[in-house]
């Protein structure tokens, strides 16, 4: 059974910065392309980056560039989300998930997610 476990969530203060973690068990990690949305009160899932099976292709949100960056260690099994220069719109449950197949911005087609880890950005 495919778990996926984000962490590393928390509370910092405008321009901060966090790094969020996704450890993933029961699948072929390496086979799998990965991504990171996030879900603030009141507003619909978004997409905010995805990395490759390979690690070499990355896309974003234009919200993020910039400033988000994500890698991925595949003999951990483990994906990041680098936030730097964090804003109070980034506010937000994250989630990772991950997918068979290139990389994609829409939620539908990915089949496996995380329980997510809250992001709190004080302004």
């Known amino acids: 059974q495919v778990q996926l476990v984000e962490s590393g969530g928390g509370l910092v203060q405008a321009g901060g910065s966090l790094r969020l973690s996704c450890a993933a068990s029961?699948?072929?990690?390496?086979?799998?392309?990965m991504a990171w949305f996030r879900q603030a009160p009141g507003k619909e899932r978004e997409f905010v980056g995805g990395?490759?099976?390979?690690?070499?292709?990355?896309n974003f949100t234009n919200s993020v560039k910039g400033r988000f960056t994500i890698s991925r260690d595949n003999a951990k099994n483990t994906v990041y989300l680098q936030m730097n220069s964090l804003k109070s719109e980034d506010t937000a449950v994250y989630y990772c998930?991950?997918?068979?197949?290139?990389?994609?911005?829409?939620?539908?087609?990915?089949?496996?997610w995380g329980q997510g880890t809250q992001v709190t950005v004080s302004s």
């Open positions: 998930a991950a997918r068979l197949g290139p990389l994609s911005t829409m939620g539908s087609g990915f089949r496996s």
């Open positions: 029961g699948l072929t990690f390496s086979a799998y392309t």
């Open positions: 990395v490759s099976w390979k690690g070499d292709s990355t």
